[in-house]
């Protein structure tokens, strides 16, 4: 398959989110939630993998579509999210009832579930950066996330958590007025939680907010710079006694523990496992996938620096489906990749990705990922990895190779990791339970 299948499907997208109405947009919704029928059969004529897509409008047809995003991974949900906020008017007074009123719609599901993903500050920076041509309400001002948080309808939590994440826009302009807005909000978030009753149920409660949520808060809080969002040392550490009240320590959530509680360190596996219940190996798996994409080809640049953002991301022990995971990730992604979070910032709990324009170098040096270094750093984290247990592992959903290049750096990895010992074909050509996969 070459590369003009993901030009495709975003075409198809772009189309859809044109003609979202009435009629289909329940469908349509439902399916690009990762919920419907597959949209491609592919077929390999003499090597060459011919798509066939449906372009339509009306329902049945839409409902045909939805794995457009779930096949083609972070670059298709992000453009989705682009070709919404492009198509949404943000200069009125937020009540949608004109030709934008069903994108609206959408846009706000899609942002509601946005928030709780772990590329979730680079696909709403990249959405609101690059908008489509005919968009011109979304110029930075002082204005405009004010109208953000009307035509979103977001909440008291909601806008601060935009705040912060558009501290890291390329704009200049819209992170000063980011952190404006976050200056204006988090201190009255942070007063009426303090200062709520214990049963209250006010808006800016935090009993029932996503954990990820919170804990990026918590993030910028504890490790950004001193002041810099308009709260006082006092008021964090009203905020944090309260937090602890509401969560405390043998119910804390696991991620938030050496956040609220940094003096207890020892942690019980039974409790880790309990707390995170059976998602918790696919979690696991697919994080360390996601974080490198997040950081870019500058991640595999030296294998000293690969191996320190490795350890630091929480992995002690490098697992074959973790490894399988990558692999399918660096044969997605081995071109086009814009620049991501740099090294150094990494390194910096709570600084922003754009603290002082030195630090981009590193991935602007790259332009495709390192596989060598990234396999030989693995295989010092974990000198016991079996590679045909990775192999076994790229059965897995989401793994796609649209071309050449990709299966080349699957196959390199592999054999890389395996040295002298022969590829594992018969692992390839045993049935998959991800057949869309196998090539």
């Not at 419907?36 to 049945?60: K, P, Q």
């Not at 579509?65 to 492009?86: Q, T």
């Not at 523990?257 to 059976?278: F, Q, T, V």
Request: glycine share 8%; with cysteine.
């Amino acid at each position: 398959m070459n590369l003009d299948s993901l030009s495709l499907a975003l075409s198809q997208i772009s189309y859809l989110v044109d003609n979202l109405t009435k009629k289909n947009y329940k469908s349509s919704q439902q399916e690009i939630s990762h919920r419907g029928s597959h949209v491609f059969r592919m077929a390999d004529i003499s090597g060459i993998f011919v798509e066939n897509l449906v372009i339509g409008g009306n329902t049945t047809e839409v409902e045909e579509w939805g794995e457009i995003v779930n096949r083609h991974g972070p670059e298709a949900d992000r453009y989705l999210l682009r070709c919404l906020f492009s198509h949404v008017d943000f200069s009125g007074d937020g009540k949608s009832s004109g030709k934008d009123f069903h994108q609206t719609q959408f846009l706000i599901q899609e942002c509601a579930s946005l928030i709780t993903k772990p590329n979730f500050i680079s696909t709403l920076c990249y959405a609101i950066d690059n908008p489509l041509h005919y968009q011109k309400s979304l110029k930075p001002s002082p204005h405009l996330f004010t109208q953000l948080s009307k035509v979103l309808k977001l909440s008291k939590v909601q806008e601060v958590i935009l705040g912060l994440a558009l501290l890291n826009s390329s704009s200049s302009d819209l992170r000063v007025f980011a952190l404006q807005f976050v200056k204006q909000k988090l201190p009255d978030l942070l007063r009426s939680y303090i200062d709520a009753d214990v049963s209250g149920n006010q808006e800016g409660g935090f009993q029932d907010i996503a954990i990820e949520v919170l804990h990026l808060l918590l993030s910028h809080l504890l490790f950004g710079q001193k002041g810099a969002f308009g709260v006082g040392q006092e008021q964090i550490d009203a905020f944090l006694k309260t937090l602890c009240r509401d969560f405390p320590q043998e119910r804390c959530p696991v991620v938030l523990a050496p956040l609220l509680y940094p003096e207890k360190r020892d942690i019980l596996m039974d409790r880790i496992l309990s707390d995170s219940g059976g998602i918790v190996k696919t979690t696991m798996d697919s994080s360390l996938a996601d974080f490198m994409q997040e950081v870019g080809y500058g991640f595999c640049t030296s294998a000293e620096e690969c191996r320190q953002i490795i350890l630091q991301f929480g992995v002690r022990e490098v697992t074959a489906s973790q490894v399988a995971r990558v692999l399918g990730m660096m044969a997605r992604t081995h071109s086009g990749l814009t620049d991501g979070i740099s090294l150094q910032s990494i390194s910096a709990p709570g600084s922003g990705i754009w603290s002082d324009g030195k630090d981009k170098t590193d991935s602007a040096q790259a332009h495709t990922w390192n596989v060598e270094i990234f396999i030989d750093v693995v295989k010092d984290v974990n000198p016991n990895l079996n590679f045909k247990e990775v192999t076994y592992e790229l059965d897995h959903l989401g793994f796609i190779l649209r071309d050449s290049k990709g299966l080349q750096i699957v196959v390199y990895g592999i054999q890389k990791g395996m040295g002298i010992e022969v590829f594992p074909v018969d692992l390839i050509y045993r049935p998959w339970k991800h057949a869309e996969g196998q090539v």
